[in-house]
């Protein structure tokens, strides 16, 4: 959840800077490319939300979450760092500046993909998981969340 709240917290600072900024006369609110960047991270940040309740849901009910957590652990990890990443490039050169958490989020994020083990391990395992789920029900649906949709 932590890097659901990091990941929101950017988007905002973010989108409260281009709401603010212009350049060369026109806001940057208005540029599509920015608005295109804006909306992948509020997609990241969704599918993370619908990851965590998936989870949430099975844990709560004593079904087995150790696929679902090797997959939230990269995919989390790895969407926090892009939202920080792309909040920072929103920001241009203030977002790498200690005005703002940014930079030191972006520091600190970088090891959560090392810290769970490496995003290859839970690949790794994950991975083996699919294979072993196909070959007993001849589909990969167990091992990609289809056990309840």
């Not at 490319?33 to 989870?55: D, K, N, T």
């Not at 079904?63 to 679902?68: G, K, P, Y």
Request: charged share 20%.
């Amino acid at each position: 959840m932590h890097n659901v709240a990091m990941a929101q917290r950017a988007l905002d600072l973010a989108t409260a800077h281009v709401t603010e900024r212009t350049t060369f006369g026109k806001g940057l609110e208005d540029r599509q490319g920015v608005q295109f960047m804006l909306a992948e991270c509020a997609s990241q940040l969704y599918i993370a939300r619908l990851m965590l309740m998936h989870i949430a849901y099975k844990a709560e009910n004593g079904l087995d979450i150790r696929q679902e957590n090797g997959i939230a652990k990269v995919f989390l990890a790895n969407m926090v760092h892009k939202v920080v990443d792309t909040a920072i490039q929103l920001h241009g050169a203030l977002g790498y500046s200690t005005d703002t958490p940014l930079a030191a989020w972006y520091t600190h994020i970088r090891s959560q993909r090392l810290v769970d083990g490496p995003d290859e391990v839970h690949k790794w395992i994950t991975g083996k998981n699919v294979i072993r789920a196909f070959k007993k029900d001849g589909t990969t649906a167990a091992a990609a969340g289809g056990d309840l949709l």
